[in-house]
Every structure is written in C-alpha cells, then in structure tokens.
C-alpha cells in the first residue's frame, strides 16, 4: 500500500478538525448575529463539508499517483496545501475572530485556489479535476453567504 493512501486523509481530516475547533470556540457569537433566511443548517453544512474533504483526498490521491509526473505537480501540491491552510484558517477568521469582511476576502482567496486547482488538475486527470467542482461551487455559495452575513452586521 502506498503511504499517500493514508496520509492524504490524514491531512484532510485534521484540516477538518482545526476548521471544526474554530467553528466550535465562536459558536456562541455566530448564535448572536443576523443570517440570512437561505443560511444552511449545520447539520447541512457539515455534511457538505464531509463529502467536500473526502473528494478533496481523492483528488489529490489521483494527483499524486499519476505518473510520470508533469512539471506543474510541485505546484499543484503547493496549491493543495496553501489550499489546506486557507479551509482551515477561514474558520478562525469567521468564527474564533467574527471579522466577517476578512473572511469574506478570505472565502475568495480560498475559492481562487479551488479554481486554480481544478484549472491546473483538468490536463493531468478530468476526473481528479471534476472532484474538485462541488468544492468550487460550495466556495462559491460560502463566500456569498459570508458576503451577506458581513453586510447584514455591519456597524
């Protein structure tokens, strides 16, 4: 079995933790203040993210694998993992620190490297790219939302 089986997950699984641990410690304050009516339940929320995480780590599993290895997979391994900092970070920046128009141009650096990755990803394998659309379009729904979370409490 190849170590990138495992430790790939890994990775995604404490990319998940770290963001849940900032949600967690802001939970309190995000009670507190305005959302809009179309804001998603949690439960929904959590379990988009799940499945997010999951192809997220088989994308970057396909990536990984492919052989020979074209000049632009330092780059994409670079890019998955400032992708890593940046899911993880969002939830800081939102939950533990409440700086909605931070983390709403947080949420559109963080959807900028999704594309980036599905842009860079879709020459090497279309399906390890196609992993990556839900990924994008929930970014996409997320930083709406963030934009319209940060307006609605705007002081």
């Given at each position: 079995?190849?170590?990138?089986?495992?430790?790939?997950?890994?990775?995604?699984?404490?990319?998940?933790?770290?963001?849940?641990?900032?949600?967690?410690?802001?939970?309190?304050?995000?009670?507190?203040?305005?959302?809009?009516?179309?804001?998603?339940?949690?439960?929904?929320?959590?379990?988009?993210?799940?499945?997010?995480?999951?192809?997220?780590?088989?994308?970057?599993?396909?990536?990984?694998?492919?052989?020979?290895?074209?000049?632009?997979?330092?780059?994409?391994?670079?890019?998955?993992?400032?992708?890593?900092?940046?899911?993880?970070?969002?939830?800081?920046?939102?939950?533990?620190?409440?700086?909605?128009?931070?983390?709403f141009v947080h949420a559109l650096v963080l959807e900028a490297t999704v594309i980036a990755l599905l842009l860079l990803?879709?020459?090497?394998?279309?399906?390890?790219?196609?992993?990556?659309?839900?990924?994008?379009?929930?970014?996409?729904?997320?930083?709406?939302?963030?934009?319209?979370?940060?307006?609605?409490?705007?002081?």
């Open positions: 079995m190849k170590l990138n089986y495992i430790v790939i997950p890994v990775i995604a699984v404490c990319v998940s933790a770290v963001g849940g641990s900032f949600t967690s410690s802001g939970m309190d304050w995000y009670r507190t203040i305005n959302l809009p009516p179309w804001t998603p339940p949690g439960s929904i929320i959590g379990v988009v993210w799940t499945v997010i995480y999951i192809l997220t780590a088989a994308s970057a599993i396909i990536v990984w694998n492919t052989w020979p290895r074209p000049d632009a997979f330092r780059a994409i391994i670079a890019l998955f993992a400032i992708n890593a900092f940046l899911n993880a970070t969002w939830s800081y920046v939102f939950f533990a620190r409440g700086m909605l128009s931070a983390a990803i879709w020459p090497i394998s279309k399906t390890a790219a196609l992993l990556l659309a839900p990924y994008a379009a929930w970014t996409a729904f997320a930083s709406y939302l963030t934009f319209t979370i940060a307006r609605m409490n705007a002081l």
